[in-house]
């Protein structure tokens, strides 16, 4: 990946500092104790990010953020319990509307999977409709589910009819939806965290993985995967129940 890469350095800096960083430090409403944490969670982060460099760069992406989730979910989770601030989710459902939107556009499965040629071409469908993902600095956020449909139906090149637009954002609901599962006769069902969310956005890394343009792209991309990791199944139900 781009990002582990040291001759792009630049561009894991470049997001942190100007994006993400400055995403939380410019939000007035949440509490210092709560900005410290998340602070302290995304230059956690970071430096399990250099720290793995060394590593075969072969890797799966799934068994990175496995290996992310064993090491750090204990701290993480101590961190994040009833202090959680979903804002971050409401980009990722953003980039559902426009996954859904790309996804319909295309008649694909997978957009990764598409043919060579095919690939530049859904890249630049994809990007002018969720900015964020694409500005380096960009500190865009939502606070509702009714603000990041605004938002996204803004950047289409003409309005959607109303048919278009109720069914994209079933589409975004479902990848949202969790699906029970059931381990054993005797034992309770359990929700999967986020499996459709993984995996959406785990085909739009691939999608612009390994290209030195799109290289903040990827780990913007990555930095949301991990944010998913250790985030409460009830967080995505409340933000959609609002």
């Known amino acids: 990946m781009c990002y582990r890469a040291e001759a792009h350095s630049a561009c894991t800096e470049t997001f942190y500092k100007a994006a993400l960083v400055e995403e939380i430090k410019s939000e007035p409403a949440?509490?210092?104790?709560?900005?410290?944490?998340?602070?302290?969670?995304?230059?956690?982060?970071?430096?399990?990010?250099?720290?793995?460099?060394?590593s075969d760069e072969e890797d799966d992406l799934a068994l990175r953020l496995e290996g992310y989730t064993a090491n750090g979910q204990a701290n993480s989770s101590t961190m994040l319990a009833g202090k959680?601030?979903?804002?971050?989710?409401?980009?990722?459902?953003?980039?559902?509307?426009?996954?859904?939107?790309?996804?319909?556009?295309?008649?694909?499965?997978?957009?990764?999977?598409?043919?060579?040629?095919?690939?530049?071409?859904?890249?630049?469908?994809?990007?002018?409709?969720?900015?964020?993902?694409?500005?380096?600095?960009?500190?865009?956020?939502?606070?509702?589910?009714?603000?990041?449909?605004?938002?996204?139906?803004?950047?289409?090149?003409?309005l959607p009819n109303?048919?278009?637009?109720?069914?994209?954002?079933?589409?975004?609901?479902?990848i949202f939806h969790s699906q029970p599962i059931v381990v054993e006769d005797d034992s309770p069902s359990q929700s999967s965290n986020h499996d459709n969310c993984m995996r959406f956005l785990s085909d739009l890394h691939?999608?612009?993985?390994?290209?030195?343009?799109?290289?903040?792209?990827?780990?913007?991309?990555t930095f949301y995967l991990a944010f998913l990791v250790n985030l409460p199944t009830s967080a995505s139900r409340e933000l959609l129940a609002q």
């Open 206 to 221: 691939t999608l612009f993985d390994g290209l030195k343009k799109h290289a903040h792209v990827t780990h913007k991309l």
């Open 30 to 54: 949440r509490p210092t104790e709560e900005k410290q944490q998340m602070l302290e969670l995304l230059k956690r982060f970071e430096e399990e990010s250099i720290e793995e460099e060394g």
């Open 84 to 158: 959680f601030n979903p804002i971050l989710l409401f980009n990722v459902f953003h980039l559902s509307l426009t996954y859904a939107y790309t996804v319909r556009t295309f008649a694909a499965s997978f957009l990764s999977t598409r043919v060579s040629d095919e690939l530049e071409g859904i890249r630049e469908f994809m990007l002018p409709l969720s900015p964020f993902l694409r500005d380096r600095k960009s500190t865009v956020t939502f606070t509702s589910v009714d603000s990041v449909i605004t938002d996204w139906v803004s950047h289409l090149p003409e």
């Open 162 to 174: 109303h048919r278009l637009l109720k069914l994209l954002t079933e589409d975004a609901r479902r």
